[in-house]
């Protein structure tokens, strides 16, 4: 989910500079939303482990 975040991420920064403003900005909203989504899983993923009692890292 990290790495597809990044590869939007960077599609958006390459699309802006070719001018391709409307597609750089719906590649951005997209890193953002995939950024989010993984930051959500993790954290789920540290307290389900937490709780389980079994090491976070």
Do not use: C, P
């Amino acid at each position: 989910m990290l790495g597809w975040s990044l590869i939007f991420a960077i599609l958006a920064v390459v699309a802006g500079l070719l001018g391709f403003l409307g597609l750089a900005g719906i590649a951005a909203t997209i890193a953002k939303i995939l950024f989010f989504v993984f930051l959500v899983l993790l954290v789920v993923n540290f307290a389900i482990r937490a709780f389980r009692g079994r090491s976070v890292l």
